[in-house]
């Protein structure tokens, strides 16, 4: 214990936690308890459930600011993390792992050192063996890049949708996240440390996110459980709407860019994806489907419509209406990558790399000549 605290000793700490299930209050304390003693700042997505001190979003830290003042050591624990931009918090550091299960896991091919223990037990027994109280300079010095991301100004997207919504959600209700857009966007703005958030990580793409808002409404029917979920994640799964069991505590914002928009985000691919691999052009609205199963429909498809409609939608009262609802927020294509582009104004100058996604995304074209011409003209 000693020769671990040892090398912990005058050391930029990250925790990173990626997905977990609820912290208990006895975690939360023993993660804040090495916080008080070691010069740490904890990096998380809200799929982390963690809601102790000297949190920073890893979307505002990578994403939006781009720091390059990443740990010289960092603990990793927790699942998969949705937020791709995490892999600049691994590029330098020396990783540590601490999992219960035993399993040897690395993110990044990075693994030095693993724990095989409880987190809380690592946390407690670390915090303990320091014997000294920490001066947050690590966390200061980020917080202050970080400031502070307003959605004024913001295109008409899922941005701006988001950033909205990270405000109004009500105290102690719950929320799923579809991947990746929804996650990507919700994941640049705090929510209340009350908000338990909820994302199906690791089915990167159609990932049933209705079916498992639905499935976890029914816990408890005095919660509001609500949805931010992209139109292909929800059109793949909206069978679920028919489900006799679900109540009125289930409230779904469905953001609808007429297509698969993460195909879009890369300015390195063309039009091409669009019929090929994005959906574009399904020209669907839930509307018909959600009001025959009973839901309470209302849309928007822009910033004043919207406005009128997002109080009545996150009414913190359970019983404010009858039934369950979908609110249909219509974006496009171009808002959505105006949108994110304002958000991480520093990272997208830099070009991404994309030729395993053009390989992918080829393999989707049948004929060969213009399958060869499409990888030729986006690898480089």
Not at 39 to 56: E, M, P
Not at 72 to 101: M, N, P
Request: proline share 2%; glycine share 8%; net charge positive.
């Amino acid at each position: 214990l000693r020769s671990v605290e040892k090398r912990l000793a005058g050391k930029r700490i990250g925790i990173m936690i990626g997905a977990h299930k609820k912290m208990s209050v006895e975690l939360t304390k023993a993660i804040e308890a090495f916080l008080d003693t070691h010069d740490a700042a904890v990096f998380a997505d809200h799929t982390s459930n963690y809601h102790g001190k000297n949190k920073i979003l890893i979307g505002q830290a990578f994403d939006i600011v781009g720091t390059g003042n990443v740990p010289e050591i960092i603990i990793d624990t927790g699942g998969v993390c949705g937020q791709y931009s995490v892999a600049r918090l691994f590029a330098k550091g020396e990783v540590w792992r601490v999992a219960e299960d035993g399993e040897i896991k690395q993110r990044y091919g990075t693994l030095k050192n693993f724990f095989e223990c409880r987190e809380e037990t690592f946390f407690r027994l670390l915090s303990e063996a320091a014997g000294q109280k920490s001066n947050h300079a690590y966390y200061t010095q980020l917080e202050r890049e970080i400031g502070s991301l307003k959605t004024e100004g913001l295109a008409f997207s899922n941005g701006f949708v988001s950033g909205v919504l990270a405000k109004k959600l009500p105290p102690k209700s719950s929320l799923h996240l579809s991947v990746l857009n929804s996650l990507r966007n919700m994941n640049m703005y705090e929510l209340n440390n009350s908000v338990d958030s909820i994302c199906n990580v690791g089915g990167f793409g159609i990932d049933g996110p209705v079916s498992t808002l639905v499935g976890q409404s029914m816990a408890d029917k005095k919660r509001l459980y609500f949805g931010l979920i992209g139109d292909l994640a929800f059109f793949y799964d909206m069978n679920i709407l028919g489900n006799r069991h679900i109540a009125n505590n289930v409230r779904i914002c469905l953001v609808n860019n007429n297509l698969g928009v993460e195909f879009r985000l890369n300015k390195r691919l063309t039009e091409d994806v669009n019929p090929y691999v994005a959906a574009a052009g399904h020209n669907g609205s839930a509307r018909a489907w959600a009001e025959s199963m009973g839901f309470l429909y209302m849309s928007a498809k822009d910033e004043k419509e919207f406005a009128e409609h997002v109080d009545d939608f996150c009414d913190p009262n359970v019983n404010r209406f009858k039934q369950p609802v979908l609110f249909e927020v219509f974006t496009t294509a171009e808002g959505e990558i105006e949108g994110l582009d304002a958000i991480c104004r520093e990272s997208v100058k830099q070009p991404k790399k994309c030729s395993n996604v053009v390989k992918a995304i080829s393999c989707f074209i049948p004929d060969k000549q213009k399958r060869r011409d499409f990888r030729r003209k986006h690898s480089h």
